[in-house]
């Protein structure tokens, strides 16, 4: 079953791939003028606060100058980003809607049966790569991950996260196959709602990217315990990873611009353009290294197409 799903997969990422090697072909001179004329409606997937609108903001305001249009921004939290997600794909393929499209919905496409499949969209860019990890109060009894171990072994912890079937759900459910550990995984759409779910105790773990919660470390409210990683990195060196606990496991958060297929290829090369250039600026690059995230994370067309796919894939493995 994964076979086929991985099958179906890759052939429709080969299309997306055609259709953004099609965008590449055009010229400068190509590109219609007519585009854009009015807003470009961009949908953030997840609730203000948190990471992905963070970015979404961000990106929206560096390149309004550039496209001399503005760029609104609607969040549409629910189901794992699907709700914000079907609106792009219900959507016209003109160019005028865009979306923040984060790892939790395309790690969807890792199970079969799911309702959209990767030719209803086209990846612009990948705009962010995070570590991923576990946190817990400050003042929480749970010191290293082999405390968090030994209390799951006994009795179950919940654990705050973004859906169910997200990466971090899959990965949270393989961790506690792997560990012979009870952690229940608790939904929330909105990131506000996580974050308020541990401070208050109704949660015993959350799973988060540790830029989405600097001001809450910083303000020595909450720390990481965990991150689902090959390496210990700045400034979190004293942080256990995946592979210090013996769990062969490293899962990544990503959020990527995303927008309609079948929208038009000197559209999709215009945003692709201005995408290119707001992301490499100095503002943009400040922003990466202040949420803790991979320098080199930015992929346009092909690049962001091909890192998604692996991504998918390397789930769909993990579910087996």
């Known amino acids: 079953m994964f076979a086929t799903s991985l099958t179906s997969i890759g052939r429709c990422v080969r299309m997306a791939g055609v259709a953004l090697l099609v965008a590449a072909g055009f010229g400068g001179t190509a590109i219609a003028q007519s585009y854009p004329t009015r807003p470009i409606e961009m949908i953030v997937t997840w ?3 948190g990471g992905a609108d963070v970015t979404g903001r961000m990106l929206a305001r560096l390149i309004e100058p550039e496209l001399k249009v503005s760029i609104p921004v609607e969040n549409v939290a629910g189901a794992t980003g699907m709700t914000g997600l ?3 794909i219900n959507g016209q393929p003109e160019g005028y809607q865009v979306a923040i499209v984060t790892a939790d ?3 969807l496409l890792a199970a079969p ?8 969209v086209i990846p612009v860019a990948v705009l962010t790569q995070q570590r991923s990890g576990y946190f817990v109060k400050e003042d929480s009894p749970f010191k290293t991950w082999t405390d968090v171990e030994k209390a799951a072994a006994k009795s179950a912890l919940k654990v705050g996260l973004t859906g169910l079937g997200s990466p971090e759900d899959v ?3 393989t961790i506690a196959k792997r560990k012979n550990l009870k952690l229940t995984s608790v939904p929330y759409a909105k990131p506000g709602e996580r974050y308020a779910a541990l401070l208050g105790g109704h949660t015993d773990l959350l799973y988060e990217q540790a830029g989405d919660l600097k001001s809450f470390i910083q303000g020595k409210q909450l720390r990481p315990i965990l991150f689902l990683a090959k390496e210990r990195a700045a400034p979190f060196e004293n942080v256990q990873t995946s592979k210090d606990v013996g769990l062969d496991l490293v899962v990544d958060q990503f959020r990527t611009l995303t927008i309609k297929a079948g929208t038009p ?3 999709v090369k215009l945003l692709a353009d201005k995408i290119a250039k707001a992301t490499a600026s100095a503002e943009y690059k400040k922003y990466l290294v202040e949420q803790w995230a991979d320098p080199k994370s930015v992929l346009i067309g092909d690049a962001a197409v091909s890192y998604i796919t692996r991504e998918i894939e390397a789930l769909a493995k993990l579910m087996k």
Do not use: C, H
């Open 86 to 88: 079907m609106k792009l």
């Open 265 to 267: 290829p000197d559209r």
């Open 171 to 173: 990965a949270t459910a």
């Open 47 to 49: 609730g203000p606060g």
């Open 105 to 107: 919905s395309y790690g």
């Open 113 to 120: 049966g799911q309702r959209w499949s990767m030719k209803d």
